[in-house]
């Protein structure tokens, strides 16, 4: 297994849609297997393809930050394909966007569709926490950053505050 390298905004391959994973082989195994390393690693509850520049859909996480293994959860082409009318929201953070972190809305409650690594279909009914997980990892797959879903004025406080950064890692 590997550590792979996670990009961070203003990466244009995080603007990026995923497509269907057609064929689960050995590289797209590998894949996953080094994705799973990389997020415990970071350590972060979650991680999709597209943070790791890997346009095939996958997501991986695991709420309880890899203090039991069994609930980490790998998902082929994840879609949602119910959510509630009611909302809510958390604090998040992506390893995609360091230094910042922001209340989202989400749905409070979500169905998924979607397949395990073994290619079985699955579906998954999830509320709070999890929901908020899933919907910011199928998020990424579609091109998504959750500064994209925060208000205007905090976006730009946080482009000005990377632009700046970049500026002096420059000198
Ligand atoms: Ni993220």
Redesign the pocket.
């Known amino acids: 297994m590997a550590l792979l390298d996670i990009l961070t905004y203003p990466d244009k391959f995080l603007t990026k849609t995923a497509k269907p994973v057609v064929n689960i082989d050995g590289a797209l195994n590998k894949t996953i297997d080094d994705m799973i390393e990389t997020m415990y690693n970071a350590p972060g509850i979650?991680l999709?393809s597209i943070?790791v520049g890997c346009d095939k859909s996958v997501i991986v996480y695991d709420p309880s930050h890899g203090e039991e293994r069994k609930s980490l959860t790998v998902l082929l082409n994840p879609k949602i394909i119910e959510t509630c009318g009611e909302t809510v929201s958390e604090n998040e953070g992506?390893?995609?966007?360091p230094d910042f972190r922001s209340d989202v809305k989400r749905s409070a409650s979500l169905i998924i569709e979607a397949l395990d690594r073994d290619g079985k279909p699955l579906k998954i009914e999830a509320e709070e926490h999890l929901a908020i997980i899933l919907q910011?990892?199928i998020d990424?797959l579609n091109g998504i950053?959750?500064i994209d879903r925060v208000s205007a004025l905090k976006r730009e406080l946080y482009k000005r505050h990377i632009k700046k950064q970049l500026k002096q890692n420059e000198k």
Do not use: N, P, T
């Open positions: 979650g999709a943070q992506c390893l995609s966007v910011h990892e990424h950053l959750f």
